[in-house]
């Protein structure tokens, strides 16, 4: 299963300030009944972005100023809370490609390096930095460049770190581990075959 | 914060070793995952991934299935009054039926809340790797088991392979030590626990929960504990096995039987931390500083002990936690530097993974007999299994229940997360024994919850506001 070589991303980014954004606010639960992921795009951070009549509550992810801007940029803590992967995906089919925040909840990296959306950690000071250029000008390029671990953007740059041996992951092509989980099974069955509950 | 500078090995690092099957190029480990525990709301989209890629289930005896969060706790009738949900359940039984997988429906009369059936079936064991697309799935190390809540892609993982790529945990001691007080019980442990190292705190950590006051709670108590490890940022939480641990486990389906009983708990002793075991940061907490605890705001490190008073944005201690608080007194509507005692409720859940087995509904039941919930509230009691349910009416609790004024429901996840019919309307206010305060996480956007004890949700709903559980009832000291 040839993957893409993740290496560089650039494009507009979103700051969408706060702490401890979880899942259920990225995408709220009743619009996970679902048996696909298809659709989930238009339901990102639903409740936040719309009042219950439907009306716009002018979330900066709806802001015009914002349309197109595939990279995203968050506080700390960003994606805590539920498992879902429902998560990672809805901001995928929005359009996500790569999100920046302070820090990240561990079940949604590793959901999001699963899907090929680079998780970026960087210091208060970068991400305010790049907010306060994505302010300015809405339109500045930010550019993700995992070889270097840098992002820069408006003549600056900023530098970040990436956990778990995701960043080799993704530079490699190797971000969905089942082909390599796969190649492994005779030595799975080993084993399983060493551990009495395995064949209970 | 300060390593443990023991030369042991603790029971994170037996279990790990014992299950990683190779290393991968990226430097993460390839797990083996002793048990996968399946469910309808995340397992479906794994099921499609299989089946493009013409994969089967390598270790479908090792795969169980139930159906929790969709399923309406009111009417077991089919098809449900929503077709999603019944498009769901429908997927889930045709997939097991496909993958040749055990599925506990509720014509098996063992349907239930993923987390509670597992260990009632005797399936959670000690010194084992379980993974389910549910981030509860921490409940299931109160045996002392290894266990990670992942998503889709990873269900489709463990189902074609058994496996996961996942990098290795740091391992934190947490030691409660001490008698805890009357009143206070483990939802009230963890819930301090979370306000105390903070809701991201956890990250990078499994928490091994331990000291007497562990040591002296039943396996439901510590399964209540370990729910809720992912609330403070920790993949995993477990307790080590003991005698406790063994008992429970004796003569359920999937345990062990006869001689191979013995062998299982030879092995299981083996995987306990030794006494002087290497953690990568130790927590002392004395017992006795724990009061009854309940949150405010929206996430459950927001937790004030029940005599305390709504936080203010002035008392803040920095920028972070000033706008964390300005933020959720906005959505609450609580008023700050006001008591959380006596603020009005209106509606009362009991149930969800972190609180919906016997132990809960016995003390409930035991509690709320004689008494009746105040005029306008509406309350919940949902049982976690239908094998709880089962003996719950066995027990005549149900009867104790409906005389109370609460309503007796069928099982499932319900009011926890509200995807099924069970939800909060505009923006009332919920007592709530589950696990989450995220905003709108009970259904209504505007929707608010409060997390406590099920004796403190009972408290509540009798009062029809917050209570504290030591003034509502007559509690005995436990041991009396």
């Keep these: ?200 | 914060m300060a390593s443990s500078g023991g030369k042991g090995k603790n029971l994170f690092q037996k279990v790990w070793d014992a299950h990683v099957v190779r290393v991968l190029p990226n430097g993460q480990a390839q797990l083996l995952i002793g048990l996968h525990l399946i469910h309808e709301v995340t397992s479906p989209q794994a099921f499609g991934m299989l089946r493009d890629l013409k994969l089967k289930v390598a270790f479908p005896n090792r795969t169980f299935a139930t159906v929790d969060h969709i399923i309406p706790t009111d009417t077991r009738v089919q098809p449900f009054a929503d077709p999603l949900a019944q498009g769901m359940i429908d997927a889930l039984k045709t997939a097991c039926s496909e993958f040749g997988i055990t599925y506990f429906d509720v014509a098996s009369g063992q349907q239930g809340i993923v987390h509670v059936v597992g260990p009632e079936q005797g399936l959670t064991q000690p010194g084992t790797t379980i993974a389910c697309g549910d981030s509860h799935t921490s409940t299931h190390g109160a045996f002392g088991a290894i266990a990670f809540g992942i998503g889709t892609s990873q269900v489709r993982d463990v189902l074609a392979t058994q496996t996961l790529a996942l990098g290795k945990l740091k391992v934190r001691r947490i030691n409660v030590k001490g008698k805890l007080p009357l009143g206070v019980y483990a939802k009230d442990v963890i819930l301090h626990i979370i306000r105390l190292l903070g809701v991201n705190g956890g990250t990078g950590y499994a928490y091994e929960y331990g000291g007497s006051a562990v040591d002296a709670m039943n396996m439901e108590e510590r399964m209540t504990i370990c729910n809720m490890s992912i609330e403070g940022g920790a993949r995993a939480g477990y307790v080590n096995p003991d005698e406790t641990t063994y008992s429970y486990l004796k003569g359920r389906t999937y345990a062990p039987k006869g001689a191979a009983w013995d062998r299982a708990v030879q092995q299981w002793k083996s995987v306990a931390s030794e006494a002087d075991a290497a953690y990568d940061d130790v927590v002392n907490i004395d017992a006795q500083s724990i009061r009854p605890t309940v949150t405010w705001g929206i996430n459950p490190g927001h937790a004030i002990f029940i005599d305390e008073n709504v936080p203010t944005v002035e008392g803040a201690k920095d920028a972070i936690e000033k706008a964390s608080v300005a933020e959720a007194l906005e959505y609450m509507k609580l008023k700050p530097g006001s008591p959380i005692k006596g603020t009005k409720i209106d509606v009362a859940f009991i149930g969800s993974c972190t609180n919906s087995r016997m132990t809960d509904l016995r003390q409930v039941a035991k509690f709320v007999e004689g008494q009746h919930v105040a005029p306008g509230i509406k309350a919940l009691v949902v049982p976690g299994s239908m094998l709880v349910q089962n003996q719950a009416v066995e027990e005549g609790l149900d009867k104790i229940f409906t005389a109370a004024g609460f309503q007796w429901r069928e099982a499932g996840c319900s009011m926890c997360l509200a995807m099924n019919p069970d939800k909060l309307i505009d923006d009332e206010l919920c007592a709530s024994s589950s696990n989450r305060n995220f905003k709108g996480r009970q259904g209504s956007s505007t929707g608010r919850t409060l997390l406590m004890s099920p004796l403190m949700v009972a408290a509540s709903a009798i009062r029809g506001h917050v209570a504290d559980p030591r003034e509502v009832f007559e509690l005995e000291p436990v041991g009396a």
């Design chain 1, 1 to 200: 299963m040839p993957l893409e070589k993740i290496v560089k991303i650039d494009g507009a980014a979103v700051f969408v300030p706060g702490n401890d954004i979880d899942t259920d606010r990225i995408i709220p639960a009743r619009f996970m009944k679902c048996v696909t992921f298809d659709g989930l795009g238009e339901f990102l951070f639903y409740d936040v972005r719309f009042n219950k009549d439907g009306s716009s509550r002018q979330h900066p992810l709806d802001d015009p100023k914002h349309k197109g801007a595939t990279i995203l940029l968050s506080g700390l803590n960003f994606g805590c809370g539920s498992s879902r992967e429902h998560a990672p995906q809805a901001l995928q089919k929005f359009g996500i490609r790569a999100v920046i925040a302070e820090n990240f909840a561990e079940i949604f990296a590793g959901n999001c390096t699963t899907l090929g959306i680079p998780c970026i950690q960087m210091s208060a000071e970068g991400t305010a930095r790049i907010a306060a250029a994505v302010k300015a000008d809405p339109k500045t390029r930010v550019t993700i460049d995992l070889e270097s671990s840098t992002v820069s953007f408006a003549g600056q740059t900023a530098s970040f770190e990436m956990k778990g041996g995701a960043r080799e992951a993704l530079i490699k092509g190797e971000w969905d581990a089942l082909g390599q989980l796969l190649d492994g099974k005779d030595q799975v069955a080993a084993l399983a075959g060493k551990l009495d509950y395995m064949s209970a």
